[in-house]
């Protein structure tokens, strides 16, 4: 085995068994950063976090415990972002098959969320989706189409049940 190989999977056992839980942030997200992982200052992860594909994670942001990346495809989250625990993204798929074999070709999927995001506990994300800035995803969505910045959706599949205003404009316009 590969010195890289047993160096992230000692990392990855730390992270997500010695040091689970709301303390020891910094350890944790240099850890990460240590095998790869790109992580935003102040960014806190409970972990465990369980990952196949690339995540690549803001500044200031909180990952709650069980988040997973399923797949080699792309999960990139912005900036000041709020990920409840139990949240997955389905990075992987196929194409649709033949009567011999439905799972057709296999595919990669490359997910967005933008800053300010806050997804509920228990939501999926899959497909290339893009999550806009500002946006609120609640618990148990399935979210398999883009969201518009400032919405807020929910159901499965994921619809737009809010619009929300920006709040900092509007004490502008005052």
């Not at 303390?23 to 992580?39: C, P, Q, T, V, W």
């Not at 196929?94 to 296999?106: I, L, N, T």
């Amino acid at each position: 085995m590969k010195l890289k190989t047993i160096k992230k999977r000692i990392v990855i056992y730390l992270v997500n068994h010695t040091l689970a839980g709301t303390r020891f942030f910094s350890a944790k997200r240099n850890l990460l950063r240590s095998i790869g992982y790109e992580i935003g200052e102040n960014t806190k992860i409970v972990g465990p976090i369980h990952n196949t594909g690339t995540l690549r994670i803001g500044a200031n942001c909180w990952i709650g415990c069980n988040l997973t990346v399923h797949g080699n495809g792309t999960v990139t989250i912005g900036d000041n972002c709020d990920i409840a625990p139990d949240v997955i993204f389905l990075t992987g798929g196929h194409q649709m098959g033949d009567h011999s074999r439905r799972a057709g070709k296999g595919e990669s999927y490359h997910i967005t969320v933008g800053s300010g995001v806050w997804i509920g506990g228990r939501a999926t994300l899959l497909l290339n989706t893009s999550i806009g800035d500002g946006s609120m995803i609640a618990a148990c969505a399935c979210v398999s189409k883009d969201v518009p910045a400032d919405t807020m959706v929910a159901g499965v599949p994921a619809k737009v049940v809010k619009e929300f205003e920006d709040f900092a404009a509007v004490a502008q316009k005052e």
